[in-house]
């Protein structure tokens, strides 16, 4: 390989030659070395209404050696910069995605997505714009929607109820919004996994591993005896770490169980009495 050819260890023939090396010329021994020799930009990302293709003027108001510009250079830079943004955001479209990307930014901080979540979500939210299905609708409520559908595609537990608390849109609107994306795009979203929010709401509630496990058996006991169908997984999942707090000693109250979980007490009751009593679990009603 060091000539651009590809031999034969048996024979020795030439299989393939003048192959293109599409690597580095350079050399790095550590990551500082390998940032600095470094000549390309950032990856291309759907979270960026233009997917990050275009240039970008800073706003530090020094040249290239860090020397501060004169007041007419900051002048000129200034007046760079107002018409450059003007002229990455043209169209009514990407107006449109820079406004929607923006508010994903804000939402996937509010709720702590990762990164793979908004991807996901800025994907189905263009899928949405080149649908048509944006227009006459609110962005706040599309771009909320496409956050909560990626959720689930990914797995990353999120109640509609977080969203629509952190989305100033309310829980109906958004409903009828993901319901418009998952017919309208055939959206394939797994079914939710009360397993998937165990996880999130023992941490939340300051509950040891070992309760998280055994709320985890319980649900997938309760999922073997088919109790799990058609229950709400979020209301499954609260009941089960109640019932595991009383049997590893670490007992929250059902007020704030509910609250963590974003569902009513009564929820959290009935639940609870109904796994207690199809498992056969001796703690007190």
Known sequence: MQRGDIICRDCGAIIEDSLIDDGPEWRAFNSAERSKRSRVGSP?????HDKGLSTQIGWEDRDSYGKKLSPS???????LRKWHIRTRVHSSVDRNLAQAMSELDRLSSQLGLPRSVKETAS??????????????????????AAAYAAAR????????????RNSRINKKELGRCYRLMIHELNLKIP????????????????????TARRAIDLVKEAKQKG??????PTGLAAAAIYIAGIIEGERR????IAETATVTEVTVRNRYKELVRKLEIAVAL
């Open 44 to 48: 291309t990302t759907y979270t960026v």
């Open 227 to 232: 109790l799990t169908a058609g229950k709400d």
């Open 153 to 164: 595609q990914r797995r990353v537990p999120r109640t509609l109820d977080e969203i629509a």
């Open 73 to 79: 250079q900051r002048s000129q830079i200034y007046r």
């Open 253 to 256: 109250t059902q007020r704030e």
């Open 191 to 210: 079914l939710a996994n009360p397993t998937d929010y165990i996880v999130r709401f023992a941490a939340d509630l300051k509950l040891t591993g070992a």
């Open 123 to 144: 994907v189905i939210y263009r899928s949405a714009i080149n649908k048509r299905l944006i227009r006459g609708r609110s962005i706040e409520a599309m771009i909320g």
